[in-house]
Nanobody, 116 residues
Framework: QVQLVESGGGLVQPGGSLRLSCAAS????????MSWYRQAPGKERELVAR????????NYADSVKGRFTISRDNAKNTVYLQMNSLKPEDTAVYYC?????????WGQGTQVTVSS
């Protein structure tokens, strides 16, 4: 069955860094674009970053440009989100997403809390 398992979340101080990972299984990872979304309490889920299937193109929400980097390792079926210079407003549950023309899969999410 399809699985997307996020890890790497936690509590970090403002200005700190975290690296999220999403391990995929049950589908052909290299044929899917991968994204990270986040949802803060009381807010809608929003796209944070997206990377194409071969990793050649990325795009980011304006709020994270220059601070976050999405990458993928198709040999390991894993996508990453390196988050630097974290701010309290980055606090949210972060979700991994896989999509192609036909299918769309979601992980269960990992909590990121930025607080002193």
């Amino acid at each position: 069955q399809v699985q997307l398992v996020e890890s790497g979340g936690g509590l970090v101080q403002p200005g700190g860094s975290l690296r999220l990972s999403c391990a995929a299984s049950g589908f052909t990872f290299g044929r899917f674009a991968m994204s990270w979304y986040r949802q803060a309490p009381g807010k809608e889920r929003e796209l944070v970053a997206r990377i194409t299937s071969a990793g050649g193109n990325t795009n980011y929400a304006d709020s994270v440009k220059g601070r976050f980097t999405i990458s993928r390792d198709n040999a390991k079926n894993t996508v990453y989100l390196q988050m630097n210079s974290l701010k309290p407003e980055d606090t949210a549950v972060y979700y991994c997403n896989a999509d192609n023309y036909y299918f769309n899969y979601w992980g269960q999410g990992t909590q990121v809390t930025v607080s002193s």
